[in-house]
């Protein structure tokens, strides 16, 4: 596909918003003033996707609520990365009919990852006839069409295109967060890691234009946003006409007091020019989310990871160096096909090496249209279990350790929250540490110098530096 061709064009764009006004029109006579519920499941894409959903809803003149019972329209955000989740979801879903009933005029959508798949969709087709709205990852964009078919009482819709995936500029946004902001740099997956289902649902990787990128970083910035999360499944791999290093010394330049985080990133495109624009940018976190998944080479090559234990340590090593107050998390699965505890011993010496400040661990379990899926499950869960507690406690211990490590230290932080016992905030250091402190509620949203009293397992006390 050439690039000029991944962009959905202005002209279908206007399509959409003549159909936005058509359902605006069908639903104000139809509801008053329409409500939408809107249930985002998974990650952080689908969160940011959420807010697309609801900056054309907003368009549409829908309001948004709480609750389902109170809605003319429900959309569940869906993810697929979980079998147990999915089934979680098809519950949900089930217990719609109820509403559907007593309310058949309230339209019901499902989108998002889950729905992408045709073995789902149809799945839904058949067994939940009181779905009326199915759409997949590539056509977000289009909601307000296929919503007007919906309404003007085209039947059920199902659209989910086989696509390598596409680009919508321009769509609105709702964020209720007054600090928090996601910012897709990239969309799709091409690393195909034979545990993981996202290739499969989110297409080809595309990466935005830069100028773009930057525009909604200014307007995040104005809207008073503190805390921006450049998002990809791999953002080491962006390639906008330039790297990923030069974005983020692009978003660095942004006039602002603000933080510029970034998730994911993948070890094998994780570049030393991204680690010195890293230490170079003063607005950029110095905390790297590298996921290792195992310290085993044998068990990295059977994920399809593209790295091997020494490649990675050596990156660590390079990015300790140049940012001596740098925080590593990952993320680690337990119990992938044939590993053995040898190996898991592999993962922990790994882990003791890095000393990540916290982690993510995961215990393996099969998903259905990916490779490992056809390879035997062969850890039993009361072993995967046992080597989960192990790696758990080892990682407590280190992260108890780091926490304590910085007492004396003086930390900025931003306040992101106010805590339930009254009195105490919560900020987040540029090294992303949580750090809970006494302060007034005034403070939330607004940066404040921590001198670092305590450190417990997972977070770090506080004074106010008056
Ligand atoms: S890099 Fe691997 S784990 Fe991450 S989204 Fe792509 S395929 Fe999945």
Not at 251 to 271: A, Q, Y
Not at 339 to 356: A, G, H, N, P, Q
Not at 396 to 418: A, D, H, M, N, P
Not at 431 to 441: A, C, Q
Request: glycine share 6%; net charge neutral.
């Amino acid at each position: 596909m050439q690039k000029k061709d991944i962009f959905v064009s202005d002209e279908e764009l206007n399509v959409q918003r003549d159909f936005a006004q058509k359902v605006k029109e069908i639903a104000n006579k139809k509801y008053g003033r329409p409500k939408a519920n809107i249930r985002t499941f998974g990650c952080q894409q689908n969160v940011a996707d959420s807010q697309r959903i609801m900056g054309m809803l907003k368009d549409m003149g829908y309001d948004f609520v709480d609750n389902s019972d109170d809605a003319d329209l429900v959309i569940f955000n869906t993810c697929a990365v979980r079998e147990h989740a999915e089934d979680r979801v098809f519950g949900n879903v089930g217990t719609l009919v109820h509403l559907k009933r007593r309310k058949p005029n309230t339209v019901i959508g499902l989108c998002g990852c889950m729905m992408q798949q045709e073995h789902i969709s149809k799945r839904i087709k058949r067994s939940f006839p009181h779905v009326d709205l199915v759409f997949g990852t590539h056509v977000v964009h289009k909601l307000p069409e296929m919503l007007f078919k919906v309404l003007s009482g085209q039947g059920r819709i199902f659209e989910n295109p086989d696509i390598d995936g596409v680009i919508a500029e321009k769509i609105p946004q709702v964020n209720d967060s007054k600090i928090n902001g996601w910012l897709p740099i990239m969309y799709g997956c091409n690393n195909f890691c034979t545990y993981c289902i996202v290739p499969y649902v989110r297409g080809r990787e595309r990466s935005r234009n830069p100028e773009d990128i930057i525009a909604d970083l200014k307007e995040m910035v104005a809207n008073g946003i503190k805390n921006i999360t450049l998002l990809g499944q791999n953002v080491n791999s962006y390639d906008g006409g330039i790297t990923f290093a030069e974005l983020l010394r692009k978003c660095n330049e942004v006039d602002g007091d603000f933080v510029i985080r970034f998730m994911t990133s993948h070890p094998k495109d994780c570049s030393e020019e991204l680690l010195y624009a890293m230490a170079e940018c003063q607005k950029v976190e110095k905390h790297l989310h590298l996921p290792v998944q195992s310290g085993s080479s044998r068990v990295l090559k059977a994920m399809n990871r593209h790295y091997n234990r020494e490649n990675y340590l050596s990156l660590v090593d390079k990015a300790k160096e140049l940012m001596p107050d740098l925080m590593l998390t990952s993320d680690i699965i337990v119990g992938f096909p044939s590993e053995t505890y040898e190996e898991v011993k592999e993962t922990i010496s790994l882990i003791e090496k890095v000393r990540y400040q916290s982690l993510f661990t995961f215990i393996y379990s099969k998903r259905k249209g990916t490779p490992a899926a056809e390879m035997p499950d062969d850890v039993s869960s009361t072993e995967k279990g046992k080597r989960f507690r192990e790696l758990l406690a080892v990682q407590e211990k280190i992260s108890e350790e780091i926490c304590k490590e910085q007492v004396g230290k003086t930390y900025r932080v931003l306040v992101e929250e106010t805590s339930r016992i009254k009195g105490n905030l919560y900020g987040r250091t540029l090294n992303n540490f949580i750090v809970e402190f006494e302060g007034s509620e005034d403070l939330v949203g607004k940066f404040a110098e921590i001198k670092i009293t305590s450190g417990d397992t997972w977070i770090i006390k506080g004074k106010l530096k008056g």
